[in-house]
């Protein structure tokens, strides 16, 4: 009930190119799903977030597209540049009062060639 | 990075002993968070706590025990460290007014041989 499944765990693309990041949850009450960009040596930071009575949400270069019905929902990063190479956690939030259960997904590791 | 410090930053220990990581912040938030990170099973919640002296469990707090004697400091102690619980640890807090983010520390990596 509480898993989020991401796929691919790797994902090479080249400069310019439309990386894309699945993942697909259960449980219908979550509240909000956000992804997560992580470098080496640091931790996770939160790149864009959407509700789920939001079928898509742009930031930038960065969308993400949501299908409540398949319950899945995907990362694209636009026009991708080699400074985009990280690590992406997608997750699945629920939110008790004032504190937030959070659910990540396994993470896919993206490195885009010049 | 929300004020939030994680000491030490790499720790290599032995099995058996006593290891205490601590996390710092100075903006006064209540809630915050111990995950732990290996590959292949993302981010995973140790415990959490949602004020001074209140902790609760996350979904692997076996072999970890947590205090937070003051807002601005959440200790995290493995009591008798095993090889299973090497992994890059990272302290995470929730801002208010910011329900959907939570901002994490730098990590620490913790090797227990």
């Known amino acids: 009930q509480q898993q989020v499944k991401q796929s691919p765990q790797s994902l090479i693309v080249q400069k310019g190119g439309i990386p894309i990041i699945n993942c697909a949850y259960e449980?219908?009450?979550?509240?909000?799903f956000p992804w997560y960009q992580q470098f080496p040596g640091k931790g996770p930071a939160l790149l864009i977030a959407?509700?789920?009575?939001?079928s898509e949400k742009k930031e930038g270069r960065f969308t993400i597209s949501f299908n409540k019905s398949a319950k899945q929902f995907s990362l694209h990063i636009m026009d991708s540049q080699p400074g985009d190479s990280a690590t992406y956690f997608c997750?699945?939030?629920?939110?008790?009062?004032?504190?937030?259960?959070?659910?990540f997904g396994t993470g896919t590791k993206l490195q885009v060639i010049p | 990075d929300a004020g939030i410090t994680q000491s030490p930053r790499h720790k290599v220990t032995e099995t058996g002993t006593p290891v205490t990581l601590r996390c710092h912040q100075t903006?006064?938030?209540?809630?915050m968070y111990w995950y732990r990170q290996d590959p292949g099973h993302g981010l995973r919640l140790i415990h959490y706590?949602?004020?001074?002296?209140?902790?609760d469990k996350g979904e692997v707090s076996d072999g970890y025990s947590v205090s937070r004697s003051k807002t601005e400091d959440f200790l995290l102690t493995l009591e008798s460290a095993t090889s299973s619980q090497t992994s890059v640890y990272f302290c995470?807090?929730?801002?208010?007014?910011?329900?959907?983010?939570?901002?994490f520390g730098s990590g620490t990596q913790l090797s227990v041989l």
């Open positions: 959407i509700r789920p009575d939001v």
């Open positions: 997750a699945a939030l629920l939110l008790f009062g004032g504190y937030q259960k959070v659910t």
């Open positions: 995470a807090i929730r801002a208010a007014g910011v329900e959907e983010k939570l901002f």
């Open positions: 449980n219908t009450a979550f509240d909000y």
């Open positions: 903006e006064n938030h209540r809630y």
């Open positions: 706590s949602y004020g001074v002296k209140d902790t």
